[in-house]
């Protein structure tokens, strides 16, 4: 057998990866969906969705997630030097919404705890990853967060938040993600962090 390329040099350059390319295509890997949250300059909890997050190592213990240059809640997270990933369960898309945008006031009305670390523990997700920042690599237009874990718990055992093909769950008719050209309550055309 022999390999053959697919492509010829022509359809590669049609093919250069522009920011909708990469999301439509990135899109075809599902992912589970987080909520970093931290505490800001004044005790003032922060906290962004975040679809970036990976573990990294066992030993010692750490994790990564991934933060846009542009966000107002990673700056503040950084400085506190801690925060929890909360990982989202299927029916919570009204916390995913909250904290995928910028506007609106994130913790109005919203039940949340202190967590033992200091940060905000968002309620009835699936677990809680607290971490440190340990080190931070730019890469783009985001930063690549790598945290070592100070510690675990796992709240409920309902089926995770996905996102795929840039919707929520793998289903045949899954419910869209909104418009980004029409923002709903929380804001959706911000997007995440």
């Not at 898309?93 to 506007?103: K, P, Q, V």
């Amino acid at each position: 057998m022999t390999a053959q390329s697919l492509t010829t040099p022509e359809t590669l350059e049609s093919a250069a990866p522009t920011p909708l390319r990469m999301r439509r295509a990135m899109g075809a890997f599902a992912t589970g969906v987080t909520v970093v949250t931290g505490m800001g300059v004044g005790g003032e909890p922060v906290g962004f969705a975040c679809q970036s997050f990976a573990s990294v190592s066992l030993e010692p213990p750490l994790v990564l997630f991934c933060a846009d240059h542009k966000g107002r809640s990673w700056p503040a997270i950084r400085d506190s030097g801690r925060f929890c990933v909360n990982v989202l369960a299927e029916d919570q898309a009204d916390l995913c919404a909250r904290f995928g945008s910028s506007r609106g006031r994130k913790y109005d009305g919203l039940d949340w705890d202190l967590s033992h670390w200091g940060t905000p523990s968002l309620r009835d997700v699936l677990m809680r990853v607290h971490a440190e920042v340990y080190d931070v690599h730019a890469a783009g237009d985001h930063d690549v967060v790598i945290g070592r874990v100070l510690g675990l718990e796992t709240v409920t055992e309902e089926r995770p938040m996905l996102f795929f093909r840039g919707r929520f769950g793998i289903e045949a008719e899954p419910p869209a993600v909104p418009s980004l050209e029409v923002p709903g309550p929380w804001g959706w055309g911000d997007y995440w962090g």
